[in-house]
């Protein structure tokens, strides 16, 4: 490995057997004489690992290390031109799906970790979406408003491991709650959600196929106590409630009973209320569960700090989403290499020594498992101390 550049080393981890049988499907290397999909691949790769502003700086880039592409798996020189083409008209499936086949591979990695959930035997899935602001005159494809385009990553983050599960791009005029629709709920999961997915027809199609759900109630809710069960104020936990839906069409949708959780939080004395299907659990249990869901919102908040997901090389959907699903791939395979190597170090460092010495050529543990020295004032690395929190360390 002492050979190896560190980027080829990081390359190595990912199955390219795999990806080139999702390559073959999708015909991505059909009358292609220059830069494969495999070499777009790592090109793209690189532009995230190092933060790339543009084509013409990867370009340069990997021109300045000519005498290296080779044995990290380019063939030849990599052009702006050829690679923004590759952009523009290789199937961006092919990245999607060889997303999904990483993701699948880091799931079975993290498996065991419980470092973001309550300790419980179920799974525990925080959805959530985030809006990419694009300019609309150059992305006129993705019309958000009037004048703004967007699109949304949707996200379903495993909590073991903060491995997302799920993920889909659209345009930014989709609905949040729409993705409900094309999840496949896994029996016995809990599924924790914002108002924004609040519709009891799908609740309800989550709760006969054995899944769990834990929600915000909205403000209008219309329904009546059924059961009380023992209130504990010191706790925040002002009631707890079986009830049934009031209004003929929402019980027409959901005609089981669902339970209600009247929660202050004692340190901000905010009155939260609490909606699911889940009657074996506390009511403390089931506040914590909607708590944990906020690691969703650092999830996103990090990789759009650390992944270049708000600058594109291209403008067309093909090019954006292509992007968007490699830089998704990136932060899954340096997840694979952390539990791979067992290293205690947190993602954002390994992409930090990634960004600053990728051609150079020490064994890649070593470089990623060195331990640096923490800095004595948080207050002056607001990065490092959402990643703190995000991994739970």
């Not at 959930?117 to 009037?146: G, K, M, N, Q």
Request: hydrophobic residues 40%; proline residues 4%.
């Amino acid at each position: 490995m002492s050979g190896q550049t560190l980027f080829s080393q990081t390359m190595d981890f990912l199955p390219w057997t795999t990806f080139e049988r999702i390559v073959v499907r999708y015909r991505g290397n059909r009358r292609v004489r220059t830069l494969r999909c495999a070499e777009q691949y790592r090109a793209m790769a690189f532009a995230q690992l190092t933060w790339r502003e543009s084509l013409r700086d990867i370009e340069t880039c990997l021109e300045a290390q000519a005498g290296k592409l080779y044995h990290s798996g380019f063939r030849g020189p990599v052009r702006r031109s050829t690679l923004a083409d590759a952009n523009e008209r290789r199937d961006w499936r092919i990245y999607a799906e060889f997303a999904q086949r990483l993701i699948h591979r880091a799931r079975l990695l993290y498996a065991d970790d419980r470092s973001l959930a309550p300790v419980l035997e179920e799974t525990v899935y925080a959805l959530d979406a985030t809006i990419i602001d694009l300019c609309l005159s150059v992305f006129p494809w993705a019309r958000f408003r009037s004048t703004k385009a967007a699109v949304k990553l949707h996200t379903l983050l495993d909590l073991q491991g903060a491995i997302p599960s799920f993920i889909h791009i659209s345009d930014g005029k989709l609905h949040d709650v729409n993705v409900l629709d094309l999840l496949v709920p896994e029996p016995g999961a809990i599924y924790v959600m914002d108002r924004a997915y609040g519709d009891f027809l799908r609740f309800y199609r989550l709760h006969r196929a054995g899944a769990f759900f834990v929600t915000r109630a909205k403000n209008n809710l219309d329904a009546r106590r059924v059961y009380s069960w023992q209130r504990d104020p010191a706790n925040g936990i002002l009631s707890d409630h079986i009830i049934r839906l009031g209004g003929g069409h929402s019980r027409k949708r959901y005609p089981e009973f669902l339970r209600r959780v009247r929660f202050r939080d004692p340190q901000t004395k905010r009155l939260l209320v609490f909606l699911t299907n889940h009657m074996a659990f506390d009511a403390l249990t089931i506040c914590n569960l909607y708590k944990s869901r906020w690691h969703i919102e650092l999830f996103f908040k990090w990789i759009k700090q650390h992944l270049r997901i708000k600058r594109f090389f291209g403008t067309s959907e093909n090019a954006v989403k292509t992007q968007l699903w490699i830089a998704v791939s990136v932060y899954v395979l340096v997840a694979i290499i952390r539990k791979k190597l067992e290293l205690d170090t947190q993602l954002y460092r390994m992409l930090q020594v990634l960004s600053v010495m990728p051609f150079e050529k020490i064994p890649l543990k070593q470089a990623l498992g060195s331990t640096a020295p923490r800095n004595q004032n948080p207050d002056r690395d607001n990065q490092l101390n959402l990643f703190d929190n995000f991994t739970g360390h």
